[in-house]
């Protein structure tokens, strides 16, 4: 069983998977009640999940790009779950872009992954399909809307968190540019623990005292 914990952004989503199925998901927005939020929520969803800690195998977690505060609360929670463990648990850091980018169908062969930033700006990343996924072109960065809207080239696909700003932008484009929809674009901690899951099978897992939140400037 992993747990898939993402509090990036005001976007927050919890998972449980068994390696076949999603079990238990939920998600929602917080005006920047993640402290209080999070710790009941998630033991509602062990709780009705018939899923006690000591059930868990792994932890996967969105290592960001992200707000300062919600990286470090969900890092917070899943280090001290992996931690407190015995034996330890395995702890996997996933992008955060990368999990909206694992939900995303192919329509064009360049995916943008937006997630808010703050202060009118976004955490942009390019990704490329290779056949079967996604995969990231460059490391993330912060733009204004403005900007990343000059940066495209069309035909393109954007998914991930478009406020009214960005999508007035996005829409003066024209037709090349594909916008996900509304359900499409959240980000699901279902993707992160499938994710998760993933690298667990393949032996690639972090260490609970080293992995650190990834930060934009």
């Given at each position: 069983m992993i747990l898939a914990i993402d509090t990036a952004t005001r976007a927050v989503s919890l998972a449980l998977h068994d390696g076949h199925q999603v079990l238990a998901e939920e998600s929602w927005r917080t005006e920047n009640y993640h402290t209080?939020?999070?710790a009941p929520t998630l033991?509602?969803?062990l709780r009705r999940s018939g899923v006690a800690v000591g059930d868990l195998r792994a932890i996967a977690v969105a290592r960001g790009p992200g707000s300062f505060t919600g990286l470090r609360i969900g890092m917070s929670l899943a280090k001290g779950l992996a931690l407190a463990s015995s034996p330890t648990l395995p702890l996997i850091g996933v992008p955060t872009l990368d999990i909206v980018a694992a939900a995303q169908p192919h329509r064009a062969d360049t995916l943008w992954v937006v997630a808010q930033a703050g202060r009118g700006r976004i955490n942009a990343g390019a990704y490329g399909w290779d056949g079967e996924r996604w995969q990231s072109h460059e490391a993330p960065f912060?733009?204004?809307w403005e900007d990343f809207v000059s940066r495209l080239k069309p035909p393109v696909q954007i998914s991930g968190e478009i406020d009214p700003a960005g999508?007035?932008?996005l829409e003066r484009v024209g037709g090349h540019v594909i916008i996900a929809s509304a359900a499409e674009s959240l980000r699901r901690?279902?993707?992160?623990?499938e994710l998760g899951w993933?690298?667990?099978s393949a032996g690639e897992v972090d260490d609970p005292v080293?992995?650190?939140?990834?930060y934009l400037h």
């Open positions: 209080t939020e999070l033991e509602k969803l912060i733009v204004g999508r007035a932008q901690a279902g993707f992160l623990a993933e690298r667990l080293s992995l650190t939140p990834i």
